[in-house]
């Protein structure tokens, strides 16, 4: 069974950073794209960034662009998004999704949730 | 980029009643469109890609049409848990794109 575990997701200030860990089994995850989407509070859904699968070539949205940052561990079954100068509009529930290399996510972790308050 | 409008935002039906959401883009996307379903407190699921394939499991009374700027959604028969949010996305150019949701409740 596809599984995807984001982590790392909480409080931080603005102008801080978090880093989100998606952790993956039940499939070969060095064979498969991942994507990075986000959902504000109510709000809908926004795609973030785009790895493939050796991490070779990386997209981001332009509200993601200089300042996150996605990598990934094919080793461990690892992605990474590393968000820096985070601000209010940030806050929302992160997911990371599997494919997506133009074309449909197939499987969604549950997110974690980012707020950015003082 | 393509941006991505459903209407209506919400629609209101009753279990058994058919309900027809409908996905526009600004510019075609051929068939490279998909639906998701997310219920409250839940990751959205893939419900159908390529316009009108059904992700493996869904019922058939989901079915998707459509293609290059004008998509459709029907549930047939709506049962108690098909009341979630659905949305579209177009998966044709980066940056892919999703629509804003249409709530579809009792």
């Known amino acids: 069974e596809v599984q995807l575990v984001e982590s790392g997701g909480g409080l931080v200030q603005p102008g801080g950073s978090l880093r989100l860990s998606c952790a993956a089994s039940?499939?070969?995850?060095?064979?498969?794209?991942m994507n990075w989407i986000r959902q504000a509070p109510g709000k809908g859904l926004e795609w973030l960034s785009y790895?493939?699968?050796?991490?070779?070539?990386?997209y981001y949205s332009d509200s993601a662009k200089g300042r996150f940052t996605t990598s990934r561990d094919n080793a461990k079954n690892l992605v990474f998004l590393q968000m820096n100068s985070l601000r209010a509009e940030d806050t929302a529930i992160y997911y990371c999704?599997?494919?997506?290399?133009?074309?449909?996510?197939?499987?969604w972790g549950q997110g974690t949730l980012v707020t950015v308050s003082s | 980029e393509i941006v991505m409008t459903q209407s209506p935002d919400t629609v209101s039906v009753s279990p058994g009643e058919r309900a027809t959401l409908t996905c526009r883009a600004s510019?075609?996307?051929?068939?490279?469109l998909a639906w998701y379903q997310q219920k409250p407190g839940q990751a959205p699921r893939l419900l159908l890609y390529?316009?009108?394939t059904r992700a493996t499991g869904l019922p058939a009374r989901f079915s998707g049409s459509g293609s290059g700027t004008e998509f459709t959604l029907t549930i047939s028969s709506l049962q108690s848990e098909d009341f979630a949010v659905y949305y579209c996305?177009?998966?044709?150019?980066?940056?892919?794109?999703f629509g804003q949701g249409t709530k579809v409740e009792i």
């Open positions: 790895i493939s699968t050796d991490a070779t070539t990386v």
């Open positions: 390529g316009a009108s």
């Open positions: 039940g499939f070969t995850f060095s064979g498969y794209e």
């Open positions: 510019e075609s996307v051929s068939d490279r």
């Open positions: 999704a599997r494919d997506g290399d133009l074309s449909p996510y197939t499987s």
């Open positions: 996305q177009q998966y044709k150019s980066w940056p892919p794109a």
